[in-house]
């Protein structure tokens, strides 16, 4: 049940973001669902518009990654 809903979510997300692509959040949130699918490649390209649309969070966003790197 919990995979069913990862997977709503993820349509969901991937839905707005093709509205949207220029909603930080949005794009933040999808790459950390699509991580949690293993859909890494998918991840870090929604992570990279994340950062594109807010470079002031660089490095949040680089210790979050090396968080990841770590838990693999």
Do not use: C, M, N
Not at 3 to 10: K, M, N, T, V, W
């Amino acid at each position: 049940a919990a995979q069913g809903r990862l997977d709503e979510a993820i349509a969901d997300y991937e839905t707005t973001v093709q509205i949207r692509p220029d909603y930080f959040l949005g794009q933040k949130t999808l790459a950390e669902l699509l991580l949690r699918r293993g859909r890494v490649a998918e991840a870090a390209a929604h992570y990279r518009a994340a950062l594109e649309l807010r470079p002031d969070l660089a490095a949040e966003l680089a210790e979050l990654a090396r968080t990841l790197q770590r838990s693999k």
